[in-house]
């Protein structure tokens, strides 16, 4: 690698981020074509743009640099292999048929990067692919999606966190195509050539949001509506066995909240928590450690007392 790419802390000196500046994919959502998106009602695209670059302003003030998901993208798409690995993954979606799906592969391997970048994000919809024909496309409505839109690319932590100095590519519900896309930048641009990867899409539900680094050796995996345990154990394993962490915490999170750990527990320094108190004193965890090839894991006790016994604190400081 021509850099190094790695984080070992929430809450230490940030260099460079990865983000996804808010796109034409938010203009797609209508209240009948929702395409998975997480916010309660279809965003303001243009504010959301307007936001999200001052926010990206103010941390090149900072001195960090700013890394776009969709230009890397592009660029990744130049080479023949990332195409391929792309175009599968969009062509693998049940839905289409064999000969919708025929029809789909022809046309995006005609796209040029940029070209092919933005329908990957963006969608297609029916009225938007002329070449289509058949039984599966005629029964499609005029703003069905051929390919649907990814309008929760911008919680791009999601889809893949850094973990020392590799990266998982997750497997959040629902969000494939997602996560298939940091997939080919990671396996395919220059940039990140030789980075070791803790994960994959398609495997055990995982979401980013739900790992938390809580100082060096200790990781907390919260498991809910995001991740599953098979996920949390899949994880554990490999942080284990590249020698990253001494200790995991599996944070039990009520599966019915759609929240991730990550905004349920907000580090703000190396002994400090911003929660709100109703989560504070009633979240929980189980403590894991590896012994031999197996994982021990201990009783479950609140997730305050046993975060700092791992991170070697007499307590934690909560806001």
Known sequence: MS????????????????????????????????CGMLLPSPPWAERAQAEHDAFADTLRGAGVTVLYLTELLQDALEYVAAREQAIATVLSDSRLGEEL????????????????????????????FP?????VFGLLGAWDYVI?????????????????DSVAVTSPPGRRQEAELAATVFAHHPMFAGTKRLYEPGHELLAGGDVLLLAPGVVAIGIGAHTSPAGMERLARRVFDT??????????????TAECLDTLCTLAGPDTVV????????????????????????????????AAEAMGLDRLRVI
């Open 3 to 34: 850099e190094f790419y790695g984080v070992d802390s929430e809450v230490g000196r940030l260099r460079t981020v990865l983000v996804h500046r808010p796109g034409a994919e938010l203009r797609r959502i209508t209240p009948q074509q929702r």
């Open 243 to 256: 020698g990253f962490a001494h200790t995991v915490l599996a944070v039990l999170n009520d599966p019915a």
């Open 275 to 306: 929660m709100r108190p109703s989560v504070a004193y009633s979240l929980v965890a189980r403590t894991i450690t590896q012994r031999g090839e197996g994982l021990r894991l201990s009783h479950a006790q609140p997730f305050l007392e046993a």
């Open 101 to 128: 799906r025929a029809q789909l592969g022809d046309y995006l391997a005609g796209l040029r990067p940029e070209e092919l970048a933005q329908v990957l994000i963006m969608g297609l919809a029916r009225d938007e």
């Open 131 to 135: 070449a289509g024909h058949g039984a």
């Open 148 to 164: 649907d839109p990814l309008p929760n690319l911008v919680f791009a932590r999601d889809t893949c966190v850094w973990i020392g």
